[in-house]
């Protein structure tokens, strides 16, 4: 810390109280210096001081009963502006100094002695001082030796300012060290970016230690440090911050003539690091524009970080942080937060119902469950806001756990009222290859004393869950177990029907976005009607989902499609509404759909 201050005296004495206010310097070795050199030379007592924004400290002291130095005293300040040491024989004969109240204070001085600590930048930061009440000579030889002690000391005291600023592994300045050197970069010194770098994957890492010990990862990450130091940037200070990830301070008009080559840091990388251990080395770097002073270094840090994660996401090599991106994170990252909450608090999650009717007879065989969000201060918010961002944290373990138990629980209702269609449920391949899953999900259903014919299962994301032999195992469990399986969103991405064959289902939905057209697009006729031919030869019943309109249903009708879901029927309901529409159902009220005459 105190090498980097170089002129800037003030910071350098702020840094300075910084540490003695944290404790910084270990005091026992400058007691044991104070007594070594009292021993050596003879001294009836011996001081260390050094120099603060607003007051001098009194590091160390050795048989002086001196408390409190005055911030201006000019006996005490005397090396501060002086090129060597001060030997003052007599403080009273001195006319420099007989006004000093130090001098005729409670510990009088008389005979007075100070050798500046000077820096190795030649920056003075304190003194180490002999103070005599009696006034006598002071030899020249006894100078020189002080002379000796005091750059003992201002060694020691550099050293153990960077203890803490270092990077054990790498040896370069660290994280804290970062802070610090953003804090002091001054407004007239232009625009800067902090940029990040990662060069292995953390997870990675782990298993390197895992198979051939930390030792060897330290070493790689040694060797990466010099490798940024020596062919990226000589002249920039590289900070090691955490482990295999560097930073660096760039002056912002110097970035153009790094990021080109950006590109090949990481084959550069590859062949120039050798290790015993396979590598595989890549390159990524966020950045963030910054004009001094940075008054809070890790918002800062922060950002970089955001930019980095963007870069290692996919989003090429180098990225710069980018705010409203930034923002949408920060603003699902609450939205997390709250949906946890309202989970935990039970409370603002519900469940809504769509029927699913026969196209033949208009009967309602069934139900699907969906989710809800009443947001305590955002109000209403669809599933597509939310479950998406849930099922990339352990939080959509929680959600399913709770469609499934709202579910059981309003299936028991529909029970006690002697309405027996199935609820289906929307499970995704995350919660398929959970362990245990199928056991879980069995055992809540059974506990609620139903069967597992009154829950069906919806299949989203079939692509991922062929590709999970977790996931794929526990469908085949629950179908063995007797719950049906449906598979969702049919026609949408990869939607291979001989693949299809591998996953157990008994009913496929075909998607909304296939739907929609009928009414408008041949083609899309051409491929329902096929698609629907194909999976009744498959043995599939056929569900319609998104049919909106009288022609659309007509179409299918056409192509006989078995079930059909959607707003043209009803849209997803409150259970009570859902009770009611079967009841009117049963007194013949309904044997056609709301707006069929
Ligand atoms: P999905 O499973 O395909 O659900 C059908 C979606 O289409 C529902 O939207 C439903 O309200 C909507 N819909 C139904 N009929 C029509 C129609 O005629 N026209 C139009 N335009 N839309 C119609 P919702 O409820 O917003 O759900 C969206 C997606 O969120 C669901 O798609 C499902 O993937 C997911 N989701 C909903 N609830 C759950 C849940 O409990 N668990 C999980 N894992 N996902 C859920
Ligand atoms: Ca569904
Ligand atoms: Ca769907």
Redesign the pocket.
Known sequence: MLRKLGKDEEARLASLDALEALGGLNDDAFHNVLDMTCMLLDLPGCLIYLFGVQRIWIKAKKNIELEVIHYDSPLFNFVRYSDGPLVCEDVLQDPRFAADPMATGKTPIRQFIAIPLRTAEGYVIGAVCVINGEPGRFPEFKTDQLNNMATIVTELIEAQSEIGLVDAVTHFPNRQRLMGDLKQLLPEQGEFVLILIDTLDIKYVYEIARSFGMAEVESVFHDIGHFLKTTFMNEQMIYAISLGRFALILQAEKLNRYIGHMENFADRMQREVRSIVPLKLDFYAGYVWFSPPCTHPPELLRMATSALHDAIDGRGTIAAYNESKDATRKFNLNMLNDLAESLNQQSGLYLVF?PKVILATRKIIGA????RWQHPTLGEI???AF?PMAESTSL?KL??EF?IAHSVIEAQRLRQLGITIPIS????AN?FAEQGFADKLDNLVRAGGLQPQDIEI?C?ETQRILESCEALACVKALRQRGYAIAL??FGTGYSNLNYLRNIPADLIKID?SLIENLRTDHDSRVIVQSLIKMLHDLNYVVLA????DRETLNYLEQYQCDVI????YS??MKLERLIALIDAEQDGMLASCPDED
């Open positions: 769509q699907e469950a969906l989710l669809q599933p597509d479950i959509i959600l399913t469609v449920i929307n499970i995704s919660n919806e989203l969702d969103d909304r989902e998104g049919v909106e879901q959607g707003y043209f849209p997803p």
